[in-house]
C-alpha cells in the first residue's frame, strides 16, 4: 500500500482546498490501518543480508551491510518550485490589485467567509480556489463587564459595534465639578500637593493664656472690655481705643514737686507734719496776747540798775529791777 495519490488536475492552479481536506482524511485513514508488523529479509547471495523489521506507522529498523556501488552522473537541476504566500487580507474581492503574478495569493472576505484568490497566468484572472470556512457577524450586543476570557465564538464583530457603559465602574471624575479641590488645585494628578504642614502650639502657631488652640472645644477669652465698668478710666478718658493717653509725666521731688521739711512727698507712708496750732491749748500768749496771727506784739522793755530811773525815763508798761550791791 503506497502513501501517495495523484491529483486530478493538470495544475496546481486547480488546486481545490476541499479535495486537498478529503485527500488528507483518506491519507490518515490509511496511516491508521498500517499497524501490522513487517519482517523482510533480502536475497542473499555475495552481498550481506538485509533485515527489516517493525512497522510502517510506529517506525522501521533496518539493519544491512550492501557493498556500495560506483557514484552515479548527476542529473539536471530540476525548475524552482512555486510556494503558496499569502500577500495580504483584503475585506472585499474589489479590494484585489489589477493584475498580479504567478504565486500571488490573498485572503479576501467574502459573502461572510474568508476565500483564497490565487492569480491565474493562463486566465489573467484571479480565480476563488474556495471558502475557508464560514466567519459570520454577531448578533449579541458586547458585555459590559465580567471575568476575563478569551470566549468560543467564531462570529466577528461588526465594524459600528458599540460596548454598553460600565456601570459597575466610577464615572471619570472632574476636579472642581464632581471632587473638591484644594487651595485652588485640582487632586487628579500625580506628584504631591503643597499642604499647610502640621502646626505645633507655642512653635509655628501662638497660644492664647498659655492654651493651645489646637484642638476641640472652646478656649475661654477675655470678655469685651467696657471703659468705665470693668476696667477704669484715666482722668475720664477711656483706654479702650486707638492713639495715646495724655498723662501726668512722671514727679520728681524738689524739681515738679515740693517737700515737706526737705522730705519727699514721692513714697508710700505718711509724713509727719507740724498740727495746727490753737492759741493758749497747744501754745501760749504773750500778757493775753494771741501769738497766732499777723502784725507784731507790743512787750515791755525791762530795766534793771541800783538807782530807779527819774520820772519821765520811761514808757507805758516798762518793767524796772533795782538791785543793790
Request: proline content about 5%; overall charge negative.
Amino acid at each position: 500500500m503506497g502513501l501517495y495519490s495523484n491529483y486530478p488536475y493538470t495544475n496546481y492552479h486547480e488546486l481545490n482546498l476541499d479535495w486537498l481536506i478529503e485527500q488528507m482524511r483518506g491519507l490518515v485513514a490509511q496511516w491508521d490501518a498500517m499497524e501490522g508488523n513487517v519482517t523482510a529479509d533480502a536475497y542473499t547471495s555475495i552481498s550481506p543480508q538485509v533485515t527489516v523489521t517493525g512497522n510502517l506507522k510506529n517506525g522501521l529498523n533496518f539493519s544491512f551491510g550492501l557493498v556500495r556501488g560506483q557514484q552515479g552522473i548527476q542529473g539536471p537541476e530540476g525548475p524552482q518550485g512555486q510556494g503558496l504566500e499569502i500577500l495580504d487580507v483584503l475585506s472585499d474581492p474589489s479590494d484585489l490589485p489589477a493584475t498580479g503574478n504567478v504565486g500571488d495569493v490573498y485572503e479576501v472576505l467574502d459573502g461572510g467567509d474568508y476565500h483564497l484568490y490565487v492569480w491565474s497566468e493562463s486566465s489573467s484572472a484571479w480565480v476563488d480556489t474556495g471558502s475557508l470556512g464560514t466567519v459570520a457577524p454577531s448578533s449579541s450586543t458586547p458585555q459590559m463587564d465580567g471575568v476575563g476570557s478569551a470566549g468560543s465564538s467564531t462570529d466577528y464583530a461588526r465594524g459600528d459595534h458599540v460596548h454598553p457603559s460600565d456601570s459597575s465602574k466610577q464615572d471619570v471624575l472632574v476636579s472642581g465639578t464632581d471632587i473638591q479641590t484644594i487651595n485652588g488645585s485640582s487632586i487628579l494628578t500625580s506628584g504631591d500637593l503643597s499642604l499647610q504642614p502640621t502646626l505645633v502650639a507655642g512653635t509655628n502657631i501662638k497660644t492664647i493664656n498659655s492654651n493651645s488652640i489646637l484642638g476641640s472645644g472652646d478656649i475661654s477669652l477675655q470678655p469685651t472690655l467696657v471703659s468705665g465698668t470693668d476696667i477704669k478710666t484715666i482722668n475720664n478718658s477711656s483706654i479702650l481705643a486707638s492713639g495715646n493717653l495724655n498723662l501726668q509725666p512722671q514727679l520728681v521731688s524738689g524739681t515738679n514737686i515740693k517737700t515737706v521739711n526737705s522730705i519727699s512727698l514721692l513714697g508710700s507712708g505718711n509724713i509727719t507734719v507740724q498740727p495746727t496750732l490753737e492759741n493758749e491749748v497747744n501754745i501760749k500768749s504773750i500778757n493775753g496776747n494771741n501769738l497766732l496771727g499777723a502784725g507784731t506784739l507790743t512787750l515791755p522793755t525791762i530795766l534793771s540798775g541800783t538807782t530807779p530811773p527819774s520820772a519821765g525815763d520811761g514808757e507805758d508798761g516798762d518793767i524796772y529791777i533795782e538791785y543793790s550791791l
